[in-house]
């Protein structure tokens, strides 16, 4: 007679890992930094608390990759959104602009987590250089989808256009009913045309 095998599996580390830092997201959404401990996130998780040590350096750490995580997330939305606008060097820099104000980047629990992870960014050597890094790289890939428009001082415009779309991101997310999606795009695009025109 042979061993009867086991009915469960072992979650890989991979997705007990990303099962923290999405909880982690998820309590700084509901709870704020005040209500983000160690206890409500293994309880959103689903695991002892004993666990976060074997996979994060503790709380801080577990933060810091919450946000590179939630960073290269939204690096991969704004990456479809443009692949999906064709070839036109226009209707790529559009659909990366606009990307902020549709589904999943309006998500209310994204901006707990982002308001959340720019308060650290302030007081926190390590979150700032996720926060450093992250807005980089963002503000390049627009500088080169305006310099694929033709756009005169790309750097400088990808830098306005970027806290634009934040203003408005910001302002969408707090309340959607004050001017609505469409709108918002429509502010970008009527910018954009008045600077590359």
Known sequence: MTAARQAFTRESADARRAALIEATAAVLAEQGL???NVRAICAKA???P????HYFDGINDLVAATYAATSDRMDAIFAVAVAG???DPRARLMAYLTASFRPPVTDPELLGAWTAFWALARSDARMAAIHATSYAGYRERLRELL??????D???L???LTAMVDGLWLELS???ASFGAEAAASMVEKAVAALLD
């Open 34 to 36: 005040a209500g983000t």
């Open 46 to 48: 689903g695991v002892s």
């Open 50 to 53: 004993g666990l976060l040590r």
């Open 85 to 87: 606008a064709g070839p």
């Open 147 to 152: 310099d694929a428009c033709g756009a005169a």
């Open 154 to 156: 790309a750097g400088r």
């Open 158 to 160: 990808a830098i306005m």
């Open 174 to 176: 707090l309340d959607a």
